[in-house]
């Protein structure tokens, strides 16, 4: 058998190295919803974690806020968006001002669509803590963050300061499940991050 023209050789190995690092390059770019922009990476601690994808939190058709969604794997699937036992970084930029009032309600309205009554009395006290951490209004331009860890639990953030620490990754879950459960916040939203 004779061998390969060098040519044919060199395309081949070019073709096989993009597919190895097509599904890394699909989340190396930034994005950028309703004029909230997301880089491709951010480092809420030591560790970079990647863009899975970013979408737009509207109501009634206003613009609400734009949410980045970073993980240390990133796949675009809900499932592993809410399961997975690694660092991850849910990045929340405020487009318009809300009432913190609100911000609770939503929470807890999440949480009834997408967990179980027995998770929600499990979580209540971290729950609790974590609107209790909202002040009575949430600014336009404001930044907040949902960082978990695994083993250390999930940091509330407004802006670089650390507001309350909600242990388990059962919280973490859950939380995750207001936006990408089987009942969504905004199922456009959670289409965008997914990139449906």
Known sequence: MRPAPAAATFSATLVAAALLIAPAAAFAGGKTVGGARFPGATSP???SLRLVGAG???KWMVK???MGVYQATPKRSARHL???NEEKFIWVKMLRTIAG???RSAIDDGLEENVSGAVRARIKGNISKLKRSFPSSIPKGANIGFWYRPGRGTVVRFGQVNKVTMAGKETMS???S????????????KDE???K
Not at 179 to 184: H, N, Q, T, V, Y
């Open 193 to 195: 991050v997914l990139g």
């Open 101 to 103: 009032g609100k911000m």
């Open 45 to 47: 601690g030591a560790k």
């Open 174 to 176: 859950a939380l995750w």
């Open 64 to 66: 609400v806020y734009g």
């Open 178 to 189: 207001i936006w990408f459960g089987k009942e969504p916040a905004d199922g456009d939203l």
């Open 82 to 84: 809410i399961r997975a």
């Open 56 to 58: 737009l939190r509207t």
